[in-house]
C-alpha cells in the first residue's frame, strides 16, 4: 500500500493568521512529504507488514520496524492533523462532544487547560491527542516522536502536532500560545464530533 500525501482540505493562506501560508507549504509539502517518500522507500522492502496503513504502522511498531513505524505514523498522524483544523475553526463544540467533553473533564474549559498543560509538558518533538480508550473514556495523551494512539489501542479524535515544524516560523519558541491558537481558533470540531459520534457508536 503506497503512502500518498493527501491535498490540503483548504487554501495554504486559508489559516491566516493562526497559521500561515508558509508554514503550510513547509510543514506539508516538505515534512509530510518527506515521511511518505521515505516511508514508501522503506515499505517496499517490508511488504508483508499489512495492507491498510493502521496496520502496517501497527506491526512495524510490533516487529522493531523504527524507521518505517517513524515515517508511517508521522503520514498517519499528519492526515489526521490536516482535518483536525479548518478556518475559522475553534469556538463551541457540538452539543453531543461538549458533553462528552464535560462528562469526562469537567467543562469544555477545564479540557482546553488541560490539554494545553499536556502539550507543553511533552519534552522535545511529539504530539498532544484527544482519544477514546477501550472502556469508551475520553482522556487526553501525548505522545514523542512520530508515536499515536493507535499502537496503544485508543481512538484518535483530535491530534495536535507539537514538532516545532507546526509553530516555529509563526510562533517561535512560543509553543504555549501556538496551542492556544489551535484549539481556540483552529480546531474543526465538527470533524472531531463526527469521530466522537462513530467511536461511541
Ligand atoms: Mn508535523
Redesign the pocket.
Known amino acids: 500500500m503506497p503512502l500518498e500525501l493527501p491535498e490540503l482540505p483548504y487554501a495554504y493562506d486559508a489559516l491566516d493568521p493562526y497559521m500561515s501560508a508558509e508554514t503550510l507549504e513547509y510543514?506539508h509539502d516538505k515534512?509530510?512529504n518527506a515521511y511518505v517518500t521515505a516511508g514508501n522507500k522503506l515499505f517496499e522492502n517490508l511488504p508483508h507488514l499489512g495492507e491498510t496503513l493502521e496496520d502496517i504502522i501497527v506491526n512495524a511498531y510490533e516487529d522493531g520496524h523504527q524507521a518505517l513505524f517513524n515515517n508511517a505514523g508521522?503520514h498517519w498522524?499528519?492526515s489526521q492533523?490536516w482535518k483536525c483544523i479548518k478556518p475559522a475553526g475553534g469556538g463551541a463544540m457540538p452539543g453531543n462532544l461538549e458533553k462528552a467533553v464535560k462528562d469526562n473533564f469537567g467543562s469544555a474549559e477545564a479540557f482546553r487547560d488541560a490539554f494545553i498543560t499536556a502539550g507543553l509538558g511533552q519534552f522535545g518533538s511529539g504530539w498532544c491527542w484527544l482519544i477514546m480508550d477501550k472502556e469508551g473514556k475520553l482522556a487526553i495523551t501525548k505522545t514523542p516522536n512520530g508515536e499515536n494512539p493507535l499502537i496503544h489501542n485508543q481512538i484518535t479524535l483530535l491530534g495536535c502536532?507539537i514538532?516545532e515544524?507546526?509553530y516555529y516560523i509563526d510562533y517561535r519558541n512560543a509553543r504555549a500560545k501556538y496551542m492556544e491558537a489551535f484549539i481556540d481558533n483552529l480546531v474543526n470540531w465538527d470533524y472531531v464530533a463526527e469521530l466522537y459520534k462513530k467511536a461511541a457508536g
Open positions: 510543514h515534512h509530510h508521522q498522524n499528519h492533523f502536532d514538532w515544524h507546526s
